[in-house]
């Protein structure tokens, strides 16, 4: 978001930002506040709780109020929420005589639902008949159109698949420190990122080699006093070390392979960050990443603990063979980069607002 925001700033374009204001540290909070005198339009942060609850007419309140102050030519909502709150707002925003882009990013969210349960059947009506306030679905991989299509159906508005991307910054090497750890997990501590499969596959993965592997889990969330027992009850606490939230850039020196294992994802940064910086990784099989990667990647690996910690071994065994496997940085740059990623969503925005 940061990237992108930069990127359409230095293209003439004036922002603002409505985002939760209850998740995130003191990491976050401090990059949010380097963004706020960028912003033209505004930062407001407005409390939303991530699933469906009483909670949500006040956030919804506040979040329109302060969208109707901004009075922006595109809203772009990301998210179930954002993407419903981006919607409904804008064509309300209409109705007063505003012409109002109205964009969607779906990131998870209502499509994790089962279609079988009723649950998902009503959240996939949901956004069915929010197609019809939909000027633009954007798509950050083809797997998650995928996934979009067969839970919900063709979109009736228009769509594009737009790829995220890194400044030419994040394509500068980084190396290891000399005291690096084996491996790296850098992410929000909850069970969708995988720690707790991150954790158990170290322990594995020692047990097998007969070697002590060594790791750094940087990140902070609700699971994180349980990682630490789960490390205490595996026997690789003394292995293993927690670090607060950091720039992931400065995360990269602390480890010699970045594990990404987790069960659910679009097309997540952090394989493209780690790559950039041309840092070995192993992720999981799921969600865009072999579109990252290649289908046929040596370091695509099932999100469970017992292939994680085989190809930990394997990894380690032989790390040359191992990153000569990997993406050449300068196809990916050629790819993944946040002025092709701007550049195409600028297109979009025009595009909606005089079709």
């Given amino acids: 978001m940061r990237d992108l925001i930069d990127a359409q700033i230095d293209a003439g374009h004036q922002v603002g930002v ?15 506040s380097g963004m706020q005198d960028k912003l033209a339009l505004g930062l407001n942060r407005i409390a939303m709780q991530r699933q469906i609850g009483p909670g949500d007419a006040i956030a919804a309140i506040r979040s329109y109020k302060a969208i109707k102050t901004m009075q ?75 996934i979009y299509t067969s839970k919900i159906g063709t979109p009736h508005c228009t769509s594009a698949l737009i790829y995220n991307g890194l ?20 992410g929000e501590l909850r069970t969708l990122k995988g720690p707790d499969i991150f954790i158990d596959a170290l322990a594995q993965a020692s047990t097998q080699s007969g070697n002590v592997m ?3 889990i940087v990140g902070d969330g609700a ?10 009850v595996a ?13 992931a850039r400065e995360a990269f020196r602390l480890a010699t392979v970045v594990v990404i294992p987790s069960r659910a994802e679009a097309l997540p940064y952090i ?11 192993i992720t999981s099989r799921i969600g865009g990443i072999p579109e990252i990667l290649g289908d046929d990647s040596s370091a695509l690996v099932r999100p ?52």
Avoid: W
């Fill in 235 to 247: 026997g690789i606490n003394a292995h293993v070390r927690f670090l607060k939230p950091m720039k």
């Fill in 304 to 355: 469970d603990a017992e292939d994680l910690a085989r190809k930990m071994v394997a990894v380690l065994s032989d790390m040359a063979a191992y990153r000569a496997a990997l993406p050449d940085r300068n196809t990916l740059r050629q790819r993944f980069s946040v002025q092709m990623m701007a550049a195409q969503l600028e297109s979009e925005y025009f595009a909606a607002l005089d079709p």
């Fill in 72 to 146: 922006p030519d595109v809203l772009h909502g990301h998210g179930a929420k954002g993407g419903t709150y981006a919607r409904i707002f804008g064509s309300a925003l209409r109705l007063s005589g505003k012409r109002v882009a109205r964009f969607y990013s779906p990131h998870g969210g209502s499509l994790h639902y089962d279609p079988a349960t009723m649950a998902g059947r009503v959240i996939f009506l949901i956004e069915k008949i929010m197609e019809r306030m939909t000027d633009r679905i954007i798509f950050v991989s083809a797997f998650e159109r995928s």
């Fill in 271 to 281: 394989v493209l960050e780690a790559l950039a910086a041309g840092r070995p990784v």
């Fill in 223 to 232: 699971e994180r006093a349980n990682l630490e027992k789960q490390t205490v």
């Fill in 214 to 216: 060594t790791a750094v």
């Fill in 167 to 186: 400044t030419d910054g994040d394509f500068e090497p980084v190396g290891p420190d000399r005291d690096a750890a084996d491996f790296l997990f850098i």
């Fill in 18 to 32: 409505v985002c939760d204001a209850t998740t995130g540290g003191d990491f976050e909070e401090a990059l949010l």
